[in-house]
């Protein structure tokens, strides 16, 4: 799998790389070999249609595309190609003006915008869609597509979700050994 680039992920902007590393993160961890680029759908609409040309041409078989704000990336990109798309709302963070209040640094929204721009695609032009900033969860999506035609990687899901169920057996047992107020002071302090 890690030889042949079988998933793109692509993002609207660089400041949405703090996100994105989530999905390649994953994909390297079952590695699934990822190409990664930045498109923004406004400022740069002809290299969109090229990167879905290429995308289909060089044999992807899903893409993760995230943005924030209006979010078009995703739907855009789902425009141009057959290849499923799975779009990641991104809370806007601006941190490239300067100024000193924190309030100011944010969305208005809460990517709350991005996340309705993403999930209301018209009829016909469907972009499955993760929570806010959850770009892990858009590569674990990602996998369970390639799954379908992947046994090997099919495998690691299933080991990936009887890992995660033991863990959670542990953290019930350590619970109910240390009592809550310990249990919670010794993970969260």
Same mark, same amino acid.
């Given at each position: 799998?890690?030889?042949?680039? %079988?998933?793109?992920? *692509?993002?609207?902007?660089?400041?949405?790389?703090?996100?994105?590393?989530?999905?390649?993160?994953?994909?390297?961890?079952?590695?699934?070999?990822? +190409? $990664?680029? %930045?498109?923004?759908?406004?400022? /740069?609409?002809?290299?969109?249609?090229?990167?879905?040309?290429?995308?289909?041409?060089?044999?992807?078989?899903? *893409?993760?595309?995230?943005?924030?704000?209006?979010?078009?990336?995703?739907?855009?990109?789902?425009?141009? /190609?057959?290849?499923?798309?799975?779009?990641?709302?991104?809370?806007?963070?601006?941190?490239?003006?300067?100024?000193?209040?924190?309030?100011?640094?944010?969305?208005?929204?809460?990517?709350? $915008?991005?996340?309705?721009?993403?999930? +209301?695609?018209?009829?016909?032009?469907?972009?499955?869609?993760?929570? *806010?900033?959850?770009?892990?969860?858009?590569?674990?999506?990602?996998?369970? *597509?390639?799954?379908?035609?992947?046994?090997?990687?099919?495998?690691?899901?299933?080991?990936?979700?009887? $890992?995660?169920?033991?863990?959670?057996?542990? +953290?019930? +047992?350590?619970?109910?050994?240390?009592?809550?107020?310990?249990?919670?002071?010794?993970?969260?302090?």
């Amino acid at each position: 799998m890690a030889a042949k680039k %079988i998933v793109g992920i *692509i993002m609207g902007s660089s400041s949405d790389s703090r996100i994105m590393h989530g999905a390649a993160e994953i994909l390297d961890q079952f590695k699934v070999s990822h +190409e $990664d680029q %930045i498109i923004s759908a406004h400022r /740069t609409p002809s290299r969109l249609d090229t990167y879905a040309k290429h995308a289909e041409k060089s044999g992807f078989k899903v *893409i993760i595309a995230g943005a924030g704000g209006a979010a078009h990336l995703p739907g855009m990109i789902a425009s141009h /190609t057959v290849i499923p798309v799975i779009g990641v709302p991104i809370l806007v963070y601006n941190d490239k003006q300067n100024k000193k209040s924190e309030k100011n640094k944010f969305s208005a929204f809460g990517g709350l $915008d991005s996340l309705l721009s993403i999930s +209301e695609m018209p009829t016909g032009s469907p972009v499955v869609s993760v929570g *806010i900033n959850k770009a892990a969860n858009a590569a674990i999506y990602a996998l369970k *597509i390639l799954a379908n035609e992947n046994l090997t990687i099919k495998r690691k899901l299933q080991k990936h979700k009887f $890992d995660q169920h033991e863990s959670v057996l542990k +953290e019930s +047992e350590e619970l109910k050994k240390l009592g809550l107020t310990k249990f919670v002071k010794k993970r969260f302090n």
